[in-house]
């Protein structure tokens, strides 16, 4: 029996199988996954989850008797092993084989490791799946003093939830400011200094030149300025890389992912790829990239699904962003790439803001603070190709939903 074989069981993969199946797909549907819990939600592994405010079971995207509904077989706790492309078969690490006419890779990415002195010894943590979080929230529990090396979204929500709990926490960011590739230089001073406030060292600039042990123990770090820092716990979030070795070994084409067009094929018609571990051009970031996102990964993933029951829709969502980090939520949609230009509108006494981002006059994203309004006309302006001028934008009583009625009826 084959049909469609969906390899990983998160949002791009899970999205894929829906979209497919409720769009008219009537053949077998698998999704196989090497974990062993029901498809769940990520986003809140850093958040809610370590703070003791939502469970494995709160977690969880949809229960069995969904899956069994829409005829979505669920193969959990098995790990795919190779793909054959010109058989239509893919193998199990238990020798298992499951044939396919359409198969979708959604096998996401996974933590970067740290390579310096003591990066292997306990204590050293990383946050990716549910497995890490109990790890991490159960280390939490027991820690003082906590590093976490990168200033990126994992790195930040992991800090604050950390101090939350009433643990001293130190943050080290190799670059020259928090979250430099995803936000305006605005944003992350408001950041660093929130953070500030709440308690958390952050030291930018900042590499980890050795993590030093005692008994096979984490108790400290030390950085390339010398500085060493009591640690009883280290969570290192450093970036991600693309699960993309199966399709590689395949023989499908692969560059910092899995290279996809705008339907999410590969070079093979029949299989297809979403999520974090697919490679695609963007006319938004004006090149090829690689995603990591709940709201891209399902995009994608709907995309997917439509193609595998030939009802085309070409994948061009605008990238959105979003991160919550103390009481603040973080907004970014757009991609900004080299920034030229920036103008805020809002207050940000109020922490109530947004930043506006121009490229050549025109703009690219939009990061906001506690401001859903602004990432809702942006989205739309930004997709439209619509650009206010920086006046316009940093105007808080300009309309901007004027611009898209004025181009909506001069169409």
Same mark, same amino acid.
């Given at each position: 029996?084959?049909?469609?074989?969906?390899?990983?069981?998160?949002?791009?993969?899970?999205?894929?199988?829906?979209?497919a199946?409720?769009?008219?797909?009537?053949?077998?549907?698998?999704? +196989?996954?090497n974990?062993?819990?029901?498809?769940?939600?990520?986003?809140?592994?850093?958040?809610?989850?370590?703070?003791?405010?939502?469970?494995?079971?709160?977690?969880?995207?949809?229960?069995?008797?969904?899956?069994?509904?829409?005829?979505?077989?669920?193969?959990?706790?098995?790990?795919?092993?190779?793909?054959?492309?010109?058989?239509?078969?893919?193998?199990?690490?238990?020798?298992?084989?499951?044939?396919?006419?359409?198969?979708?890779?959604?096998t996401?990415?996974?933590?970067?490791r740290?390579?310096?002195?003591?990066?292997?010894?306990?204590?050293?943590?990383?946050?990716r799946?549910?497995?890490?979080?109990?790890?991490?929230?159960?280390?939490?529990?027991?820690?003082s003093?906590?590093?976490?090396?990168?200033?990126?979204?994992?790195?930040?929500?992991?800090?604050?939830?950390?101090?939350?709990?009433?643990?001293?926490?130190?943050?080290?960011?190799?670059?020259?400011?928090?979250?430099?590739?995803?936000?305006?230089?605005?944003?992350?001073?408001f950041?660093?200094?929130?953070?500030?406030?709440?308690?958390i060292?952050?030291?930018?600039?900042?590499?980890?030149?050795?993590?030093?042990?005692?008994?096979?123990?984490?108790?400290?770090?030390?950085?390339?300025?010398?500085?060493?820092?009591?640690?009883?716990?280290v969570?290192?979030?450093?970036?991600?890389?693309?699960?993309?070795?199966?399709?590689s070994?395949?023989?499908?084409?692969?560059?910092?992912?899995?290279?996809?067009?705008?339907?999410?094929?590969?070079?093979?018609?029949?299989?297809?790829?979403?999520?974090?571990c697919a490679?695609?051009?963007?006319?938004?970031?004006e090149?090829?990239i690689?995603?990591?996102?709940?709201?891209?990964?399902?995009?994608?993933?709907?995309?997917?699904?439509?193609?595998?029951?030939?009802?085309?829709?070409?994948?061009?969502?605008?990238?959105?962003?979003?991160?919550?980090?103390?009481?603040?939520?973080?907004?970014?949609?757009?991609?900004?790439g080299r920034?030229?230009?920036?103008?805020?509108?809002?207050?940000?006494?109020?922490?109530?803001?947004?930043?506006?981002?121009?490229?050549?006059?025109?703009? +690219?994203?939009?990061?906001?603070i506690?401001?859903?309004?602004?990432?809702?006309?942006?989205?739309?302006?930004?997709?439209?190709?619509?650009?206010?001028?920086?006046?316009?934008?940093?105007?808080?009583?300009?309309?901007?939903?004027?611009?898209?009625?004025?181009?909506?009826?001069?169409?």
């Open positions: 029996m084959s049909g469609l074989v969906v390899i990983g069981a998160s949002y791009a993969g899970i999205q894929a199988a829906l979209t199946r409720d769009a008219g797909y009537a053949e077998p549907v698998m999704v +196989v996954a974990e062993t819990l029901l498809p769940y939600q990520r986003p809140p592994l850093s958040k809610e989850f370590l703070l003791d405010q939502a469970s494995a079971e709160n977690l969880v995207l949809r229960d069995a008797a969904f899956f069994a509904s829409k005829r979505i077989e669920l193969l959990l706790g098995h790990r795919v092993v190779a793909i054959d492309r010109h058989a239509g078969r893919v193998a199990l690490a238990d020798g298992a084989v499951l044939d396919f006419d359409r198969l979708v890779i959604a996401g990415s996974r933590a970067r740290m390579c310096v002195s003591g990066a292997e010894l306990d204590g050293v943590c990383y946050l799946s549910i497995t890490d979080a109990v790890d991490l929230k159960a280390r939490l529990g027991q820690a003093e906590i590093v976490v090396v990168g200033g990126g979204f994992i790195g930040l929500e992991v800090a604050s939830s950390a101090v939350k709990l009433g643990k001293k926490v130190t943050v080290i960011e190799a670059a020259s400011r928090l979250l430099e590739r995803a936000v305006s230089p605005g944003i992350s001073r950041l660093l200094d929130v953070h500030a406030r709440a308690g060292e952050v030291k930018l600039g900042t590499a980890v030149s050795a993590i030093v042990g005692d008994r096979g123990r984490v108790v400290a770090v030390e950085t390339d300025s010398g500085i060493r820092l009591d640690a009883d716990l969570v290192v979030g450093i970036g991600g890389i693309a699960n993309d070795e199966l399709a070994a395949a023989g499908l084409t692969c560059t910092n992912g899995i290279v996809v067009d705008e339907h999410g094929r590969t070079a093979r018609a029949d299989i297809y790829a979403a999520g974090d490679n695609h051009y963007s006319r938004f970031a090149g090829w690689r995603l990591e996102s709940l709201q891209h990964a399902e995009d994608q993933g709907r995309a997917v699904g439509l193609a595998i029951a030939d009802r085309h829709e070409r994948y061009d969502s605008v990238p959105r962003f979003w991160s919550d980090q103390h009481d603040l939520k973080l907004q970014i949609v757009g991609h900004a920034r030229g230009r920036t103008v805020i509108r809002g207050s940000i006494e109020a922490a109530r803001f947004s930043v506006f981002s121009y490229r050549q006059e025109k703009l +690219v994203a939009v990061d906001s506690n401001n859903p309004g602004d990432q809702m006309v942006a989205r739309r302006l930004i997709a439209a190709g619509i650009s206010p001028t920086p006046g316009q934008a940093e105007d808080s009583a300009f309309d901007l939903r004027s611009l898209l009625k004025s181009a909506k009826a001069v169409a």
